[in-house]
């Protein structure tokens, strides 16, 4: 594996989770919730009346923000090499996981830590370790890209 500079932009990074942080924090002093992305969806499939509208408005937020973008920039081209069943597998088993963990990284890895909660911080580790194990037993012990 070589390291591309000239993709290299930590600012940009440092940017992107500056604003990341800002936003999970409006978001639960102006909400009182945690912006886990998978419950805020999980709720939508089985809605409660209250519920409802702030939920589709985060979801359309989501949808909206890459559109948004291009309009002052050309957004990254991304190249995905790996089929479709596996990427429907993915999806499922991060599915199943983010049930199983009470949370993604999202719920987790960006407003658990934040607040230094131990139970996030194991699910974050869990979560990785996870993804690492992943990616090596499909790449490296299956040979599948």
């Not at 936003?23 to 909400?31: D, G």
């Not at 957004?75 to 991060?94: F, H, Y």
């Not at 992943?134 to 790449?139: A, D, E, G």
Request: aromatic fraction near 10%; proline fraction near 3%.
């Amino acid at each position: 594996m070589t390291l591309n500079l000239d993709a290299f932009t930590p600012f940009a990074a440092l940017s992107g989770g500056a604003l990341i942080g800002l936003a999970a924090a409006i978001f639960v002093l102006f909400n009182g919730r945690i912006a886990g992305v998978s419950g805020i969806v999980g709720g939508l499939l089985r809605p409660r009346a209250s519920d409802v509208r702030w939920r589709l408005a985060f979801v359309a937020g989501l949808v909206a923000a890459p559109l948004a973008y291009q309009g002052f920039a050309a957004l990254p081209v991304s190249q995905i090499d790996s089929s479709e069943a596996c990427l429907v597998a993915a999806g499922l088993l991060v599915g199943i996981g983010t049930r199983y963990g009470s949370g993604c990284t999202s719920g987790h890895g960006v407003c658990g830590l934040s607040r230094f909660s131990t139970r996030s911080l194991v699910a974050t580790l869990f979560f990785m370790l996870a993804g690492f194990a992943t990616v090596y037993v499909i790449r490296h012990v299956a040979g599948i890209v």
